[in-house]
């Protein structure tokens, strides 16, 4: 019987040989030996998983509050192993999860008013201004140089 080692090297192999790049086949073997260890599988019993097992492991996967994009890795991961071995159709309801889009967090002009009114000293309200009225992000205002104010 073959090991999960050895198996994890085949599909390695396979990956490699279909074109892809080491650090792909390194990442999708890494996410298949975790899914492996934590379900206690073989390399038989892992191409024959159903639905509600990857279900109940993208549920782990989210109540350890593991970002969707390592979570749509892992999904990528098992649809290769899936297709690789054959066994493709197994993986139909299987989808990948959104990510979530963050707002960035913009001062209002009440509250930079606020702020350059409370007593601060001149040089820190100079940058809360140069930063809301010239629309600078942080690393723009680190770089400004007194040659760049005309």
């Known amino acids: 019987m073959i090991t999960n080692e050895q198996f994890l090297e085949k599909f390695s192999r396979k990956i490699i040989a279909s074109g892809d790049d080491y650090s792909t ?7 298949i030996g975790v899914f492996m260890g ?22 782990h996967l989210r109540e350890r509050k593991l970002s969707p994009s390592y979570i749509n890795s892992f999904i990528a991961s098992i649809k290769r192993l899936y297709k690789i071995f054959g066994k493709k159709s197994a993986l139909k ?8 889009l963050k707002v960035p967090n913009i001062l209002t002009y009440a509250e ?7 007593k601060i000293y001149l040089k820190h309200k100079v940058i809360i201004n140069l930063l809301y009225y010239c629309a600078l992000r942080r690393g723009e205002l680190l770089r400004l140089k007194l040659i760049h104010i005309s």
């Open 25 to 31: 086949a390194k990442t999708y073997c890494n996410n």
């Open 38 to 59: 934590w379900g206690n599988f073989d390399p038989v019993s892992v191409l024959l998983c159903n639905q509600e097992v990857f279900d109940n492991y993208i549920i």
């Open 93 to 100: 309801e299987l989808e990948y999860h959104n990510n979530p």
């Open 112 to 118: 930079c008013m606020k702020m350059c009114d409370s």
